[in-house]
């Protein structure tokens, strides 16, 4: 069984999926780290502001398999035919308005899957079970965008809810607050589609945060869970959806 966090490689990974508006910057800076960049293609059905996020359309089930929305299924399984990447295609199709556009956006932890699954993907909650997870429900369907994964049992997030079911479970949580974190078209985005990690060490972020009012106890954690930091450019921090790391 593979309970580990799929959201943390524990190889180097040398392909990251990112949002396919990320700037030149973001793009050149994973390329340094020897990364094949997949860039996503717009899933026409969301909302514009997450139409391009990787945790939208897709999640890792380890670190060389993705359950992808029928969407959006075709188009990554010719462009990754070649890359030794399983892909199974999911049964949910998304759609613009929430909660039909969260089927695939599971947070994961060691051991743990976190999601509203009275909406989770049939598919994915089979492969899920398979893994031996024990679940953790919770109201916030964009799950894995409330959480940024930090390591195997520790994340940050802005979600009170999560916070608390995590924190009851013995998991080293750190809460920040909700905003000052840019997402278009909505009032503000969440700490988990700012990041990613390419490996157990290190974790990248999309920009600087110095707007945000929590950034020093972010950047604490972040070492205290003696992790390497990485800035994928010098603008402030953007939700771009989770870059979801992989390596084959």
């Not at 947070?107 to 598919?123: P, Q």
């Not at 809460?175 to 060490?201: A, H, M, Q, R, W």
Request: aromatic fraction near 12%; charged fraction near 25%.
């Amino acid at each position: 069984m593979f309970k580990n966090n799929p959201f943390i490689p524990y190889k180097s990974a040398n392909i990251a999926i990112v949002d396919g508006r990320a700037s030149d910057s973001i793009i050149k800076t994973l390329e340094s780290y020897n990364i094949k960049v997949i860039k996503t293609i717009k899933c026409n059905e969301v909302q514009e502001g997450i139409s391009y996020h990787p945790d939208i359309v897709m999640h890792p089930l380890d670190y060389k398999t993705l359950i992808i929305a029928p969407n959006v299924f075709e188009y990554y399984e010719e462009l990754l035919s070649n890359s030794g990447i399983k892909m199974i295609k999911g049964e949910k199709w998304l759609s613009r308005n929430y909660p039909d556009d969260i089927a695939y956006n599971v947070g994961r932890l060691y051991g743990y899957a976190i999601h509203n699954f009275k909406y989770t993907d049939e598919k994915l909650i089979y492969y899920l079970k398979k893994q031996g997870l024990e679940f953790i429900n919770v109201k916030q369907g964009y799950s894995k965008c409330s959480v940024a994964v930090v390591d195997e049992r520790a994340i940050i997030t802005s979600d009170y809810p999560i916070y608390e079911r995590c924190i009851n479970l013995g998991i080293d949580v750190l809460l920040v607050k909700p905003g000052y974190i840019k997402l278009e078209g909505f009032d503000y985005g969440f700490i988990g589609g700012t990041c990613g990690n390419l490996s157990k060490k290190d974790i990248v972020l999309s920009g600087k945060l110095n707007s945000h009012p929590d950034s020093e106890k972010i950047y604490k954690f972040i070492k205290k869970n003696k992790k390497n930091l990485i800035f994928l450019s010098d603008d402030e921090i953007i939700d771009l959806g989770t870059i979801i790391s992989l390596y084959c």
